[in-house]
């Protein structure tokens, strides 16, 4: 099971939302990432949350200096658009590139970037919204914008163009602090023969746990950690209190 600290980027800091709304600045890029390697993430997740939504680029420069100091693998998105794009990300600092919003709207794209990188590099990066039951449907641009897509079938469609890993980020459970959003896990994960990370609505290590006997192969952090709720060690060790396998 891998603990992995998710940065969300917005200029020069690092943001907290509340279902993708009401930003709030908790640090600084470059600092939180190097504070969450050294407490033991497994990996870290690096994303711009308006990149696509001001159709902008990633800052590079950024990214270098926050990935410096940072030893585990590190997954960037934001405004990926293109194969160049992919290219200056894994030059700057990056191990895999996460993509959501080009992707809805240029499908072919994600095999285009498995070909070229390899799947084990390209991880699709899900919104997703609930509006049924046992339905959700994929946002994109930040949580902003509708797609009229469902989330399962989206996914789907992601992994026959070859994408080698799933970021799932429940928009309603963004922030919340009242746990995953464990029907989306189990939705996906049923059809999915590649990782799934989940992400949105951790509020404490139980969380966590709950996320991990119900399938998540790993699970993403943000406001657990922004505002010393747990720490990382914490995460693992109430894990391993339930003998599930983590790197202590």
């Not at 919104?127 to 989330?151: F, L, M, P, Q």
């Not at 469609?157 to 963004?174: C, F, P, R, Y």
């Not at 060790?237 to 790197?247: D, G, Q």
């Amino acid at each position: 099971m891998r603990v992995i600290a998710r940065l969300d980027i917005k200029g020069p800091n690092v943001v907290k939302t509340v279902q993708t709304e009401g930003l709030r600045v908790v640090g600084e890029p470059a600092e939180l990432a190097e504070r969450y390697y050294v407490q033991g993430a497994d990996e870290l997740i690096y994303l711009d949350i308006v990149a696509s939504l001001y159709r902008r680029n990633l800052d590079f420069e950024q990214l270098k200096r926050a990935s410096a100091e940072v030893f585990v693998p590190l997954t960037v998105g934001g405004g990926i658009r293109s194969l160049h794009d992919i290219a200056l990300a894994l030059g700057a600092g990056a191990d895999k590139v996460a993509i959501n919003t080009y992707a809805v709207h240029n499908p072919t794209f994600l095999k285009e970037a498995a070909e070229m990188f390899g799947s084990q590099c390209i991880v699709l990066s899900v919104e997703a919204k609930k509006i049924g039951d046992n339905a959700w449907e994929v946002y994109t641009d930040g949580g902003r914008e509708t797609t009229g897509k469902d989330v399962v079938e989206w996914v789907g469609q992601a992994l026959q163009m070859g994408v080698g890993e799933i970021l799932l980020t429940s928009v309603d459970k963004d922030g919340t602090k009242e746990g995953y959003d464990l029907g989306l896990l189990r939705a996906v994960s049923a059809i999915s023969p590649v990782p799934v990370i989940i992400h949105g609505g951790a509020g404490s290590a139980d969380d966590v746990v709950r996320a991990a006997k119900k399938g998540a192969d790993a699970v993403s952090v943000s406001s657990i950690l922004h505002y010393d709720l747990a720490t990382i060690p914490d995460i693992k060790n109430a894990l391993a209190a339930e003998h599930i396998s983590v790197r202590i």
